[in-house]
């Protein structure tokens, strides 16, 4: 399928802010995802944005979306030690059956 | 609701044996889906299904089966296990429909190693 591209790591220190950037191929995305993983566990979904918008914010997380340069951000507000996780980027794909995901980027949160 | 649930939750296999990794969910969704995460490659899509008696295949569909013959249940066959196969799986439901935000909802994973 399409490339969804994400960085792969990313180190902050506790209390900083996060930016975790990510650029999707298909401009027929509906909606775009955040998603959270933990060690050992499975995917969480953070957010979601619809591809109408250019930002949303939820408590500590905000999301921005450029549609013309086709790039999402996530960025994580104070960041704590129990953020540290891997975090996957996702666009549905044409069928809407599924969703395309990024490769993940591992954050760690330093104290 | 127990939301999606995967068994096992470990599972270690010979080359060449077969097994069923099960799925259910109890949220009534229309879509069910199988993916595998390998280290660095993210979550890539084996199967998927619209509703009981649909499936179709994703990204990857070499080596393994599907079948929907429920809402509920969405189990993945693998036919004759091989070591490219060891691998991460998750099973994803989503609602989706018209005005659904195709948000899927993921279980807690099967560990499957081949040797």
């Known amino acids: 399928g399409e490339d969804v591209e994400q960085s792969l790591f990313l180190s902050v220190r506790e209390g900083d802010s996060s930016v975790i950037n990510c650029t999707y191929t298909?401009?027929?995305?509906?909606?775009l995802y955040w998603y959270k993983q933990e060690p050992g566990a499975g995917l969480q979904l953070l957010t979601y944005?619809?591809?109408?918008?250019d930002m949303k914010q939820d408590q500590r997380l905000t999301v921005l979306l450029n549609k013309k340069d086709k790039h999402l951000s996530l960025r994580i507000a104070d960041t704590q030690t129990g953020d540290s996780a891997i975090y996957f980027c996702a666009e549905n794909s044409n069928s809407g059956y599924a969703l395309n995901f990024g490769k993940g980027t591992s954050l760690l949160v330093t104290p | 609701n127990a939301g999606v649930t995967q068994t096992p939750k470990f599972q270690v296999l010979k080359t060449g044996q077969s097994m069923t990794l099960q799925c259910a969910q109890d949220?009534?969704?229309?879509?069910m889906s199988w993916y595998r995460q390998d280290p660095g490659m993210g979550l890539r899509l084996i199967h998927y299904s619209v509703g009981a008696g649909i499936t179709d295949q994703g990204e990857v569909p070499n080596g393994y089966n599907v079948s929907r013959s429920t809402t509920e249940d969405f189990p993945l066959r693998l036919l004759s296990a091989a070591p490219s196969q060891t691998s991460v799986y998750f099973c994803?439901?989503?609602?989706?429909?018209?005005?659904?935000?195709?948000?899927?909802?993921f279980g807690p994973g099967t560990r499957l190693t081949v040797t």
């Open positions: 298909d401009s027929s995305s509906t909606y």
């Open positions: 994803a439901s989503s609602p989706g429909g018209v005005g659904q935000t195709y948000e899927q909802y």
């Open positions: 949220m009534n969704h229309e879509y």
């Open positions: 944005i619809f591809s109408n918008m």
